[in-house]
């Protein structure tokens, strides 16, 4: 595996459902993201995580919940979602304190509550 | 509000023409500078950085940044219709690599 991957690359989900996203980057990297892209929308950004430490966490309800258990991996888990929840889930990494610190993207899930 | 602003488009422009995407940006403190390229159903790949005024080459990109006017550009040489695609530019505000995005500009390469 090269990059970013992430998984599953499509998910259906109820309101009363309980699901996890994955994210693993090969970069050798020391920062990660989630982001939410929705139609017509800016990317927002929604959790960073510095060394495995959370450091951002723009307002995002609790029914959405980060897990970063080391440097290589992230987890998003859902529960109880609501319909305009529903998007494209983008996880990217960087490697902070050098360079620009360029971020690179996963390939997404795309999410859909029904 | 920090903001990054984007023209939506679309941008139409024949094959073999030069492309130029524009960007402004509200936060005069912002450092670094990143064009994205998106295709439709894809995820967001990065094509250029900058963070000093003036002029980066890449092939057929060239980014151009004005920090004094809060302005920085993408322009697309020899426009080829495989470059159709949504182009974001982020702005790296703060600290931790903390982008915000623009809306994204689309771009139609027309043969």
């Known amino acids: 595996e090269t990059g970013v991957t992430q998984t599953p690359r499509h998910l259906v989900m109820g309101m009363t459902n309980k699901k996890s996203l994955k994210c693993e980057q090969h970069l050798g990297h020391n920062a990660m993201y989630w982001y939410k892209q929705s139609a017509k929308k800016p990317l927002e950004l929604m959790f960073v995580y510095n060394f495995k430490e959370q450091t951002e966490n723009n307002s995002v309800p609790s029914r959405f919940s980060p897990e970063c258990p080391n440097s290589s991996h992230l987890f998003l888990h859902l529960h109880t979602l609501q319909p305009e929840d529903s998007a494209l889930y983008l996880c990217a990494s960087s490697q902070e304190g050098l360079g620009l610190g360029e971020q690179y993207f996963g390939p997404g899930t795309r999410l859909t509550v029904t | 509000q920090k903001e990054v602003e984007q023209n939506s488009g679309p941008l139409s422009v024949p094959e073999g023409a030069i492309a130029s995407l524009n960007c402004t940006y509200s936060d005069r403190v912002s450092q670094s500078f990143f064009w994205y390229r998106q295709y439709s159903g894809k995820s967001p790949e990065l094509i250029m950085s900058i963070y000093s005024n003036g002029d980066k080459e890449d092939g057929r990109f060239t980014a151009q940044l004005n ?30 690599s903390k982008l915000t995005f623009g809306t994204g500009t689309r771009l139609q390469v027309t043969l």
């Open chain 2, 67 to 96: 920090k004094a006017s809060q302005y920085v550009s993408l322009l697309i040489r020899d426009s080829q219709p495989s470059d159709s695609a949504t182009y974001l530019c982020a702005v790296n505000t703060g600290t931790a």
